[in-house]
């Protein structure tokens, strides 16, 4: 059973990863606030006090944070991803966040041995509690294919847009054009 590192029980995340858990993976759910991984541990998760002890061991992380800042922090951090988990495993970043920081986070992942996908989603909480997000995917064809499948019980629409940073890009302009309508 593959092993997810979860990172931020928010609006968005502690639906999705209820939505991983319900498709089957074991997921260990990490967020600042103790309450939120109280939650889901009722909700049939693991929690984890920490980054660290949430990404150990685990084949995928996965972070779904406010701000570039907080996944900066969550991924580049002493107790964050890179520090922790093991090298060789799949960071999906699911926050929305600017396209350069991501394309740091990437740059810095593939020089440590990590795969780095930028996955930002769109739909706000009810399609995440419904596991019918748009996901725009940007990264490595490869660490994509390996991520679809674990994607998929998320959203409805699972695309990959480009290199690092082409998802931020897509979903910025996505964001445009509903605002726009």
Excluded: W
């Amino acid at each position: 059973m593959t092993v997810i590192g979860f990172v931020g029980l928010g609006i968005m995340g502690r639906p999705m990863a209820v939505n991983l858990r319900n498709a089957g993976y074991d997921v260990v759910g990490t967020n600042r606030s103790s309450g939120k991984v109280q939650q889901f541990v009722a909700e049939g998760g693991r929690g984890a006090e920490t980054i660290a002890e949430a990404v150990r061991g685990a084949e995928v992380v996965i972070t779904m944070l406010p701000d570039s800042p907080d996944v900066e922090d969550a991924v580049q951090g002493e107790d964050g991803v890179f520090a922790n988990a093991e090298p060789g495993a799949l960071l999906i970043d699911c926050s929305s966040i600017s396209t350069d920081t991501t394309r740091k986070i990437a740059e810095t992942g593939a020089h440590q041995g990590f795969r780095v996908l930028d996955a930002p989603v769109s739909g706000g909480e009810a399609k995440a509690i419904d596991g019918t997000l748009s996901i725009m995917v940007g990264g490595d064809q490869d660490a994509f294919n390996a991520a679809e499948g674990i994607l998929n019980p998320l959203g409805t629409t699972v695309t990959h847009v480009g290199e690092a940073g082409s998802g931020q890009t897509v979903k910025i302009a996505n964001q445009l054009i509903v605002a726009g309508n």
